[in-house]
């Protein structure tokens, strides 16, 4: 082995990454285009949290959604650019945005004491945790595979 990290500049792509990456683009740039199907219900739940945790007003509610939905739509951009340039290191920071995302909104569902949404935003942070538990473990089988012959 060369001793580089596993998601180092030598990380090889694997064509395993590639349902992850379509899965990443797809999940980010479609819930960035929900938004005109299903503001109305989000102007509610966004008022809600906003109020439980901040305290701000209505004013607020709608630039809150749409600096939700870019930055869900940023994270889905990774995800293609991950996908056209064969990068893992570019999709395992896809995944990691999700992570810290899906973190944020935990928090947010704490501090709302909203049970129904924390719940399910933490059976996305678990998933995407396992997104990224694979990526390192393929990127490692990779490297070693690599280093055999």
């Known amino acids: 082995?060369?001793?580089?990290?596993?998601?180092?500049?030598s990380a090889r792509?694997?064509?395993?990454f590639?349902?992850?990456?379509?899965?990443?683009?797809?999940?980010?740039?479609?819930?960035?285009?929900?938004?005109?199907?299903?503001?109305k219900d989000r102007?509610?739940?966004v008022g809600r949290y906003l109020d439980a945790t901040l305290g701000l007003?209505?004013?607020?509610?709608?630039?809150?959604?749409w600096l939700?939905?870019?930055?869900?739509?940023?994270l889905g951009?990774?995800?293609?650019?991950?996908?056209?340039r064969r990068s893992t290191r570019w999709l395992a920071a896809a995944v990691v945005g999700w992570l810290?995302?899906?973190?944020?909104?935990?928090?947010?569902?704490?501090w709302a004491a909203d049970r129904a949404e924390l719940q399910e935003h933490t059976v996305y942070f678990v998933m995407f945790a396992v997104l990224l538990g694979l990526i390192f473990v393929v990127s490692a089988v990779e490297q070693v595979l690599a280093s055999r012959t």
């Open 57 to 65: 007003g209505a004013d607020w509610v709608m630039p809150v959604i």
């Open 100 to 110: 810290g995302w899906f973190t944020a909104f935990t928090a947010m569902d704490v």
């Open 43 to 45: 102007q509610q739940q």
């Open 1 to 9: 082995m060369t001793g580089s990290p596993v998601l180092g500049g």
């Open 18 to 39: 590639l349902p992850i990456g379509v899965f990443l683009a797809l999940f980010g740039v479609l819930n960035a285009v929900e938004l005109p199907l299903g503001w």
């Open 68 to 74: 939700v939905k870019v930055v869900e739509l940023v």
């Open 13 to 16: 792509w694997s064509r395993l």
């Open 77 to 84: 951009l990774v995800a293609v650019a991950a996908v056209v």
